[in-house]
């Protein structure tokens, strides 16, 4: 009975230490780790760059988000500032966005595999808005949405088909996003389905959509343009 209780005891305690060191990212161990984009070393995020080398333009870009941008056909344009841009944001797990709405524009819907999103219209009005996973009823992809105003805030959960739409015909919307990943991605649902390379079977998502065959070849023949720069 002592050995059973004894080995009980030390399942609790393995469960115990496997959640702590698996429930968040590691603390950085250091006060930075510039990335090396020139190392050939290629790792979970980016090598190192020798501290000794390391200037204050490492931590910088003249992004000009204060400037708007040209919008594209689903009329949105956003310009990600991550560790790609600005070396210094490696390890330190955040990056931020500037997102322009066009009258009637949109940000697809899409989603962001390592990140949080949160969410500040600076002009405009924006409705928005996520779906929830297939999770067990009623829960399962539930759809929360909200009209923001200028200053309001909105969070996108990790991983969770989310969009933003300017409802305004006649005048376009500002917002700035913060994300909690130094790289987030991005997979906007409509580019990544009927966009790939090369295409899915449109048999395959024929059956998936329950359409006719030449609906997907119709969706598939479209060019699906890319809004993130």
């Not at 995020?45 to 910088?60: H, Q, T």
């Not at 400037?67 to 790609?84: D, F, Y």
Request: with cysteine; charged share 15%; hydrophobic share 45%.
């Amino acid at each position: 009975m002592a050995s059973s209780s004894s080995f009980l005891l030390l399942a609790v305690l393995l469960a115990l230490i496997s959640w702590q060191a698996t429930a968040s990212d590691p603390s950085p161990l250091q006060d930075f780790c510039v990335a090396d984009m020139n190392s050939p070393v290629r790792v979970n995020g980016f090598v190192c760059k020798n501290p000794m080398e390391v200037n204050a333009d490492d931590f910088f870009k003249a992004a000009a988000l204060d400037k708007p941008r040209v919008t594209n056909k689903v009329g949105s344009n956003v310009t990600l500032i991550n560790v790609m841009q600005i070396p210094g944001l490696n390890t330190l797990g955040i990056s931020i966005a500037r997102i322009d709405y066009a009258p009637l524009g949109q940000n697809p819907p899409h989603t962001h595999p390592r990140a949080t999103e949160i969410l500040t219209v600076l002009e405009g009005t924006l409705y928005v808005g996520f779906v929830t996973s297939n999770q067990p009823a009623p829960n399962r992809n539930k759809f929360l949405s909200k009209v923001l105003n200028k200053g309001d805030v909105f969070v996108f959960p990790v991983g969770l088909i989310h969009f933003q739409f300017n409802p305004n015909p006649h005048k376009p919307a500002v917002a700035i996003a913060a994300l909690n990943s130094q790289n987030s991605g991005a997979i906007t649902i409509a580019n990544a389905v009927f966009g790939s390379d090369p295409q899915i079977s449109d048999d395959v998502l024929a059956k998936a959509f329950q359409v006719e065959k030449n609906t997907i070849d119709w969706l598939q023949a479209q060019f699906w343009e890319n809004n993130h720069n």
